[in-house]
């Protein structure tokens, strides 16, 4: 690779936002990298897959709910550079906002839940990358 190009990561995030304006946080489990700190759901896209695509598989696959394309909110994106220790690669993370979905959510991929109250969420170390998202979630939170 050229010095300064770094492998372009393309991963699609969720917040789920219940009836309460709580946001739903998925804490990494052991064995991951960045182990313990708390991320929007969600997930790599795969070659030819729509980010809505994506987070519908994604959503599915780590909560077992069903989310519908319509009740995806394009919210805003974060771009962040990880050195080797973290993998060397550009994260490009868009954020969608959702409040409906079928289905109660459930960890389905060893990773702990929590329902994170608007007021509170600044409270979870998060990755760096996704740090930057907060300050519009809050915004469309309306805190």
């Given at each position: 690779?050229?010095?300064?190009?770094?492998?372009?990561?393309?991963?699609?995030?969720?917040?789920?936002?219940?009836?309460?304006?709580?946001?739903?946080?998925?804490?990494?489990?052991?064995?991951?990298?960045?182990?313990?700190?708390?991320?929007?759901?969600?997930?790599?896209?795969?070659?030819?897959?729509?980010?809505?695509?994506?987070?519908?598989?994604?959503?599915?696959?780590?909560?077992?709910?069903?989310?519908?394309?319509?009740?995806?909110?394009?919210?805003?994106?974060?771009?962040?550079?990880y050195g080797p220790q973290e993998g060397d690669f550009h994260l490009l993370m868009p954020l969608y906002a959702c409040r409906r979905w079928q289905g109660a959510c459930r960890a389905r991929e060893g990773q702990n839940?929590?329902?994170?109250?608007?007021?509170?969420?600044?409270?979870?170390?998060?990755?760096?990358?996704?740090?930057?998202?907060?300050?519009?979630?809050?915004?469309?939170?309306?805190?």
């Amino acid at each position: 690779m050229a010095h300064g190009v770094k492998r372009l990561l393309l991963v699609i995030a969720c917040a789920l936002i219940d009836s309460e304006n709580r946001v739903l946080l998925a804490r990494r489990p052991p064995g991951k990298s960045m182990p313990g700190l708390w991320e929007f759901p969600g997930g790599k896209c795969e070659p030819g897959e729509t980010p809505e695509a994506c987070l519908i598989r994604e959503l599915h696959e780590e909560l077992g709910i069903e989310a519908a394309a319509q009740d995806l909110t394009p919210l805003c994106f974060a771009s962040h550079s990880y050195g080797p220790q973290e993998g060397d690669f550009h994260l490009l993370m868009p954020l969608y906002a959702c409040r409906r979905w079928q289905g109660a959510c459930r960890a389905r991929e060893g990773q702990n839940l929590a329902w994170a109250p608007a007021s509170r969420i600044c409270e979870y170390p998060m990755p760096p990358a996704d740090i930057p998202l907060l300050g519009p979630l809050l915004q469309f939170l309306k805190c």
